[in-house]
């Protein structure tokens, strides 16, 4: 059983930045694949971020590509997403997903998710 919580979110000017946390559940949290997905008003679901087991691997989408760093911490069984300069476009609300049978994962092989954390940017 796998239980994701995020948090984090919140009002922010355009050009700041936030970092947002996931806690898991699990003893073998370490060997989970996990990503960041995020929902606007109205607009599909869409991959942010992804990291392997180890944290070695990353992967992100290209709408924030050079401007956020997914990380773990597996001896805390968290997993972070750090977004810096952000647009109002970035407003959302934000998820984080595991998949516990892959040490990697592609944005389409996520099968647990937390409840979502909101993240507004104004201009």
């Known amino acids: 059983q796998v239980k994701l919580v995020e948090s984090g979110g919140g009002l922010v000017q355009a050009g700041g930045s936030l970092r947002l946390s996931c806690a898991a559940s699990g003893r073998t949290f370490s060997s989970y694949a996990m990503g960041w997905f995020r929902q606007a008003p109205g607009k599909e679901r869409e991959f942010v971020a992804a990291?392997?087991?180890?944290?070695?691997?990353?992967y992100y989408a290209d709408s924030v590509k050079g401007r956020s760093t997914i990380s773990r911490d597996n001896a805390k069984s968290t997993v972070y997403l750090q977004v810096n300069s952000l647009k109002p476009e970035d407003t959302a609300v934000y998820y984080c997903?595991?998949?516990?049978?892959?040490?990697?994962?592609?944005?389409?092989?996520?099968?647990?998710w937390g409840q979502g954390t909101q993240v507004t940017v104004s201009s």
């Open positions: 990291v392997s087991w180890s944290g070695s691997s990353t």
């Open positions: 997903a595991a998949n516990p049978s892959r040490r990697w994962a592609t944005p389409t092989e996520y099968d647990y």
